[in-house]
């Protein structure tokens, strides 16, 4: 497979352009952050989990929107499953976890933000406005006019991963005034989004046949290979390319499948990781309190 695609070009494999403003966005962060944090107000450098968490977000978002991953995700539904669980169920909270609290601070205290926020992040609307568009955006009619639509794919792409951010803040937030859930009902706002989650996936792990023209249809494929593949590239290779099935070992119909699959254990797993961080936390602060002495004691005698 992988020799197969290079057929594509240097560009369409490795978006050098897109690197190039994640490498701006990684040197932003480390003056506002760092050397020049005083000048906006900060006064504390990043903690080094910060910095760990933020840098693993920029190296992950390459690697799912700019690596050949990309690339494949446009060819085989498995990859594009893949691609979103790790976009939305990992990059959003290490960016949540990698910015300074100042910083936060700063950013949620301006009207319109405030304003926005105390909406978007009230944990019911989080819960149900993000997993509820992500299921939508899986209908066959959704998914295929945004898949082939250059403008509409980056602005859902964009907006479903701030409305993951607002789903995981009441539950990850740095900010203690924001964290209003305990930690009982942190879990059951999870185990909620996972069930809400297993819809789309369901739609395509029991569909006997492939439910999207942008992966089984040569036409909308090819239309929907435009947006990562440089158009000069595409059209001197069009007439050679045959379908998905050139660079996929599998059926439209398996390779459906199979994402669905993959969707429902990495959400899982990735949820799976955060329920024990809850829970763990919760226990170690339970146990580490200490009951008060009692008045009496129960054989005492006054």
Same mark, same amino acid.
């Given at each position: 497979?992988?020799?197969?695609?290079?057929?594509?070009?240097?560009?369409?494999?490795?978006?050098?352009?897109?690197?190039?403003?994640?490498?701006?966005?990684?040197?932003?962060?480390?003056?506002?952050?760092?050397?020049?944090?005083?000048?906006?107000?900060?006064?504390?450098?990043?903690?080094? !989990?910060?910095?760990?968490?933020?840098?693993?977000? *920029?190296?992950?978002?390459?690697?799912?929107?700019?690596?050949?991953?990309?690339?494949?995700?446009?060819?085989?539904?498995?990859?594009?499953?893949?691609?979103?669980?790790?976009?939305?169920?990992?990059?959003?909270?290490?960016?949540?976890?990698?910015?300074?609290?100042?910083?936060?601070?700063?950013?949620?205290?301006?009207?319109?933000?405030?304003?926005?926020?105390?909406?978007?992040?009230?944990?019911?609307?989080?819960?149900?406005?993000?997993?509820?568009?992500?299921?939508?955006?899986?209908?066959?009619? *959704?998914?295929?006019?945004?898949?082939?639509?250059?403008?509409?794919?980056?602005?859902?792409?964009?907006?479903?991963?701030?409305?993951?951010? !607002?789903?995981?803040?009441?539950?990850?937030?740095?900010?203690?005034?924001?964290?209003?859930?305990?930690?009982?009902?942190?879990?059951?706002?999870?185990?909620?989004?996972?069930?809400?989650?297993?819809?789309?996936?369901?739609?395509?792990?029991?569909?006997?046949?492939?439910?999207?023209?942008?992966?089984?249809?040569?036409?909308?494929?090819?239309? +929907?290979?435009?947006?990562?593949?440089?158009?000069?590239?595409? !059209?001197?290779?069009?007439?050679?390319?045959?379908?998905?099935?050139?660079?996929?070992?599998?059926? +439209?119909?398996?390779?459906?499948?199979?994402?669905?699959?993959?969707?429902?254990?990495?959400?899982?797993?990735?949820?799976?990781?955060?329920? +024990?961080?809850?829970?763990?936390?919760?226990?170690?602060?339970?146990?580490?309190?200490?009951?008060?002495?009692?008045?009496?004691?129960?054989?005492?005698?006054?």
């Amino acid at each position: 497979m992988w020799l197969e695609i290079q057929i594509f070009g240097f560009r369409a494999l490795w978006s050098p352009y897109f690197l190039t403003f994640l490498i701006a966005v990684s040197i932003l962060y480390y003056l506002v952050t760092g050397p020049y944090r005083h000048k906006f107000g900060g006064d504390e450098k990043p903690t080094r !989990n910060q910095q760990l968490f933020f840098y693993s977000g *920029i190296i992950l978002t390459y690697i799912v929107k700019g690596s050949p991953i990309d690339l494949m995700s446009h060819i085989m539904m498995s990859y594009h499953m893949a691609q979103t669980a790790i976009l939305y169920f990992v990059i959003s909270i290490f960016f949540i976890r990698g910015l300074p609290i100042w910083m936060w601070e700063k950013f949620v205290n301006i009207k319109i933000v405030k304003k926005i926020m105390k909406v978007t992040t009230h944990p019911l609307i989080a819960l149900v406005l993000f997993n509820s568009l992500f299921s939508m955006y899986h209908l066959p009619v *959704i998914f295929d006019y945004t898949k082939t639509h250059l403008i509409v794919h980056s602005t859902v792409t964009i907006v479903l991963f701030i409305l993951s951010m !607002n789903m995981w803040w009441p539950i990850l937030s740095p900010l203690k005034e924001h964290a209003t859930l305990n930690p009982l009902l942190k879990m059951a706002y999870l185990i909620g989004s996972i069930l809400i989650i297993s819809i789309a996936c369901a739609l395509m792990i029991f569909s006997s046949k492939s439910l999207y023209t942008s992966y089984n249809s040569d036409g909308a494929w090819l239309q +929907a290979m435009s947006l990562c593949v440089p158009p000069d590239v595409l !059209n001197g290779i069009s007439d050679s390319l045959s379908g998905a099935e050139m660079f996929s070992p599998l059926s +439209a119909a398996e390779d459906q499948q199979l994402g669905g699959i993959l969707m429902m254990f990495m959400q899982q797993i990735f949820y799976g990781f955060v329920l +024990a961080y809850i829970f763990f936390g919760w226990f170690t602060k339970k146990s580490l309190e200490i009951d008060p002495m009692p008045d009496t004691l129960p054989n005492s005698k006054e």
